[in-house]
Structure formats: structure tokens, C-alpha cells
């Protein structure tokens, strides 16, 4: 995952790699000068669906504009929409699937009963 959720890329990653990635589609990445075909804010701004900030005028991801330009692995790019829950709840990722829903965390929430 970049360093902050305005940046890209905006993929996650697992032990070193990144998760959902095809290999025919691979990222490239620069905060130096845009590369590729992907849209940007600066030049698409009616493909935004939050009107961008200072320095979030480069490529666009899910309607928004990130910090850096961004080309390739479309399938691994995460939603918006989907990230807090991916975070804590970790089902986007198999190595964290084993985490309990439902039951197991609510009983290590509840207080014990006196």
C-alpha cells in the first residue's frame, strides 16, 4: 500500500507482493512525470467525482485524484469504498481469513459477566 491512501499505488500488499495482480498488467509508478494513459485530474477533471486538493492533480483511481501517476494493474487496485473494512477485517486477504467473524470477536469484546 503507498504511505497514505492519496498516493498511489493504490494496491495492497502481502508478504512482499501485490495482492490480485495480473502479471500481463503490470504497475508502473512515478511521482516524477506522468507515464501511460490513465486519466489524470489536471487534464479530466469531469471524471472526478471529489473535486481535487492541491497536488492531487495526477492519476485517477475510483473518481478521486491521487499524489503520482500510475499506470497498469487494473485488477489489483483496491475500492475505496472497501478499504477500512479490508484493513480490519483482512477478507480481501487469504492469510488473514482465518480471523473469526461474528462470534469469536464479539465474545472478545463482551465484558465478562460478575
Known sequence: MAAT???VPTVYIENRRIVGLNPKDPIAVSYKAKMGTEPTSAENPELLKLKHTHG????????????????GGKSARWKDADIS????????????SGIPLGD???????PEKR
Open 56 to 71: 492531487h492533480d495526477m492519476t485517477i483511481v475510483n473518481g478521486v485524484g491521487r499524489i503520482g501517476w500510475m499506470t
Open 104 to 110: 469469536g470477536l464479539e465474545q472478545e469484546r463482551t
Open 85 to 96: 473494512h479490508t484493513l480490519l477485517i483482512g477478507l480481501s486477504f487469504p492469510s488473514l
Open 5 to 7: 491512501g492519496d498516493r
